[in-house]
């Protein structure tokens, strides 16, 4: 597996998933975005739920959690829920792990799909999932989280916080920060407030874990901006700018959503910067 400074870096599936493809790429035609991913005869396309484990330093680090178990039959049929595909558990046991070896979970946000599986239910109770982990939100987020608006309301579901918001190893952060050895956040608000993207720097080589800012290849455009962001006109400034960055650093993108790509870079294309070099993690 890769290695990046002190840290050997697994993909951990945790299921796959369907939202809405208009929803998805908001005022961007179909007949456009239809051509990257193609939908479903409910108009929905898939999506990964791909986390990242960092393995080092005495600690195991979780980056975003997925989906979890505790949602409704309703829930899966709405959301095309594959658990069969994949699933946390499993994919933690395939790399030698349980959620008790997990020091660490840091949440890029606390929509359904990134840290529901930090609840999971437990002799008929909910319960954490990593009992023995320090779980990183940003305190600005945790507070939106606890109060959210009519328009993104439905994307937290309450219940999976509140064993979290009970527990003393709920720690909140203040920004863009270091976190740990080689390890830092950056906040951006147009997803959603106080998103926090995770940056990973080994002695050649960074990679950024860029959750919801860029949920597939297929959104780097600048105009393909998710109908779910509470500000798209934020998220397009953030975006040109977080892009210009990570290709003048030479970074390497990791993609928590695309049901095909991992890991690319960025390359300048006839249309302006584009994805390449689309690869698994394995091939860092």
Not at 22 to 50: C, H, S, T
């Amino acid at each position: 597996m890769p290695q990046l400074g002190p840290y050997t870096l697994h993909t951990i599936e945790t299921g796959r998933f369907g939202l809405d493809g208009g929803a998805m790429f908001g005022v961007v035609p179909k007949p456009l975005w239809e051509k990257r991913i193609a939908p479903d005869e409910q108009n929905r396309i898939p999506l990964a739920m791909r986390c990242l484990l960092l393995e080092g330093n005495d600690r195991l680090i979780l980056i975003d959690t997925g989906l979890g178990d505790t949602y409704t039959d309703k829930f899966a049929k709405i959301f095309a829920v594959d658990h069969e595909h994949s699933e946390l558990h499993r994919s933690l046991e395939a790399v030698g792990f349980s959620a008790a070896d997990v020091t660490d979970v840091v949440l890029t946000h606390l929509h359904f799909d990134h840290g529901g599986g930090c609840t999971t239910r437990r002799n008929g109770a909910l319960a954490l999932t990593f009992p023995n982990a320090t779980h990183y939100v940003q305190r600005a987020h945790w507070n939106w989280a606890q109060n959210p608006n009519p328009r993104e309301k439905n994307s937290f579901l309450q219940e999976n916080l509140e064993p979290l918001a009970a527990a003393p190893q709920l720690h909140l952060l203040d920004g863009d920060v270091p976190l740990f050895d080689n390890i830092s956040v950056r906040t951006v608000f147009g997803h959603t407030e106080a998103q926090q993207l995770v940056k990973i720097d080994g002695d050649e080589q960074t990679l950024v874990f860029v959750a919801d800012l860029l949920p597939t290849t297929a959104h780097v455009p600048l105009p393909y901006v998710m109908g779910y962001d509470v500000r798209p006109l934020e998220t397009m400034k953030e975006k040109k700018a977080f892009l210009e960055e990570a290709h003048a650093e030479g970074w390497h993108l990791f993609f928590e959503h695309d049901p095909e790509v991992a890991v690319a870079n960025l390359q300048e294309g006839a249309k302006g910067l584009e994805t390449t070099n689309h690869r698994s993690l394995a091939d860092l």
